[in-house]
C-alpha cells in the first residue's frame, strides 16, 4: 500500500469586512507581499504538500495578479457562500488527484505566520491517527460565559477548553463525506473538526504557537509584520 499523499487546501473567498479596508484582507499587503501569499509560502515550506488549492470569490480582481510562485502546483477554485462551502469546493477540484485516504491540511488565508516546526509537528503527529486533528492553543486565561445582559453565568474549566487553530488536517474522503453531510443538513460547521464532530468523531488536538495568529482587524496587520520576523 503507498503512502498517503498530503494536499492543502486555502479557503480565501471571504471579505474581511471587519479590517475596514478597500479590499480582502488576504490582499493586503505584508512584509513584502500579500498576507495571502505569506500564508501560502509558509504553508509550502513543508516539502510533503503536494499541491494547494486555493478557494476563491467568484469574479475575484487580484488573484491573477497575486497568485504567487511556489514550490509546488498551486489550483484554484471558485468559493461558496461560507468556510465549508469553499473547502468542499476545493476538496472537489481535488479529487481527480487525491485518494481517499490522503490527508488534506485545510489553513486560513488569513495565518501568514504558521511556523514550519508547528506544521511539521502536526502532520509527525497525526499520519497515523485514525481520525486527524488541527493545530490549537490551550486556553490560559480565565473563561466567563454570559447571559444576553453581559452579566456572569459561570466560570468555565478553562483546562479543558482549547483555541482552535489551522491548519486542519482529515482523510480526503472522510472530510468530504463529513461537510456534504453538514451542509445538506444545513449546519454550516465554521471549520472543518465541526463536521467531523457531526459524525461522532473525536479530532486530536496537536498544540501550536500563540504567533500563529488569525489577521481579524488592522493591529492584526502590525503584529502579523512582527511575527514574521522571528519565525522559523
Known sequence: MSEPRYWAVVPAAGVGRRMGADRPKQYLPLAGDTVLGQTLRRLTAEPRIATVVVAISPHDPYWPTAAPTLSVPLLSVTGGV???HSVLAALHRLQPLAAADDWVLVHDAARPCLRLSALQRLIDTLRDDPVGGLL??????TVKRADA???IVETLDRTTLWRA?????FRYAALQQALQQAIAADQWVTDEAAALERQGAQPRLVEGDSDNLKITEP???LLAERYLQQCD
Not at 490549537?136 to 486565561?141: C, S, T
Not at 487553530?165 to 488536517?169: A, E, F, G, L, V
Open 82 to 84: 461560507e468556510r465549508c
Open 136 to 141: 490549537a492553543q490551550p486556553i490560559r486565561d
Open 219 to 221: 493591529a492584526d496587520l
Open 149 to 151: 445582559q453581559q452579566r
Open 165 to 169: 487553530q489551522t491548519p486542519q488536517m
